[in-house]
């Protein structure tokens, strides 16, 4: 693995977005019948030599379940393996009790950031209800970064939402998930990307592509009018990559994840590949 620091260290390598898990039918619902493949336990154990044969140094993981014991899961796997450079959990924002929470969690280093599920969320604009934005204004107070889980349809909401909070670190979790599927891309989601974009203290994950896409069908030119079109919004210095492992399996293995955007990105700079293969995620999520 290459070294993080020091004179003419390699610069770290990143995967900025998978999960581990225990499966539980209950909690893991939304894992379908489609998904059959993803219904086992993803423990740190599997994702290290993925990491290893294609030369990340570390990750990020993100929170599945919506309760704070996951945090507490995370976290122990986190202070085990030092691979784990951060950990993305989840607090009730809406709480009257949220401030105790952020405060009590700073006392796990960790511990970056949080997100919610609003994808899932019946009230497609929760994110602009006050009890919720209440928790998002507290959440620069502690060091906070929050994660963007959304679908196409929410983007004209979170354009509101993120220009309520100028000083607040965002990052929209896979590309706001574009239905790559359909093969159309369309000017809609341009222009709501764009939108969303021109907020200089917003970030964007290119993860979670093949998952959108047509899992068996899908080739690597399909990605690319996305990708031509995240970068030119945000910039390659506010772009970064995520394996979205093991939710990508249903459509491609790990390697061939990273291969996309290895490809893609192949004809940009050795600087602006460093960046999104890693610099931009610890710059963000302060690793």
């Known amino acids: 693995m290459g070294a993080s620091s020091g004179l003419g260290a390699s610069p770290l390598r990143i995967d900025a977005h998978q999960h581990f898990w225990k499966y539980d039918p209950v909690k ?4 379908n019948d489609e998904m ?19 030369g990340i140094d570390g990750c990020v993981t ?12 995370l976290l122990e796997l986190a202070e085990k393996h030092d691979f784990i450079r951060a ?28 997100r919610h599920i609003l994808q899932g969320e019946r009230d497609r604009a929760l994110m602009l ?3 919720f ?3 998002i204004a507290l959440l620069n107070k502690f060091g906070y970064t929050y994660d963007i889980l959304i679908f196409p349809d929410q983007l004209g909401y979170t354009r509101e939402f993120v220009a309520a909070f100028p000083d607040q670190p965002f990052i929209v979790d896979h590309i706001a998930k574009p239905h790559i599927k359909d093969r159309y891309i369309t000017e809609e989601w341009k222009e709501a990307i764009r939108a969303v974009a021109a907020f200089p203290n917003v970030m964007c994950k290119i993860s979670g592509m093949v ?12 990605f690319s009018p996305y990708l031509d079109t995240v970068v030119e919004a945000f910039g390659v210095n506010r772009v970064v990559f995520g394996s979205d492992w093991p939710v990508c399996l249903v459509a491609a ?20 590949r460093a960046a999104f293969f890693g610099g931009n995620a610890a710059r963000f999520y302060h690793l």
């Open 28 to 31: 893991h619902s939304w894992i």
């Open 36 to 54: 059959w493949v993803i219904r086992r336990d993803y423990s740190p154990a599997d994702l290290l030599p993925l990491l290893q044969s294609s």
């Open 62 to 73: 993100v929170q599945v379940n919506q309760a704070e014991e996951e945090n507490t899961d």
């Open 87 to 114: 950990v993305i959990g989840w607090v009730d924002l809406q709480s009257p009790d949220v401030e105790s929470r952020l405060e009590w969690y700073r006392s796990k280093p960790k511990l970056k950031g949080f």
């Open 129 to 131: 209800k006050p009890a």
């Open 133 to 135: 934005k209440r928790g």
């Open 211 to 222: 998952t959108e896409a047509d899992w068996k069908n899908w080739r690597p030119e399909h």
């Open 253 to 272: 293995a790990y390697e061939k994840v990273v291969a996309i955007v290895e490809d893609y990105f192949s004809a940009f700079s050795a600087g602006e």
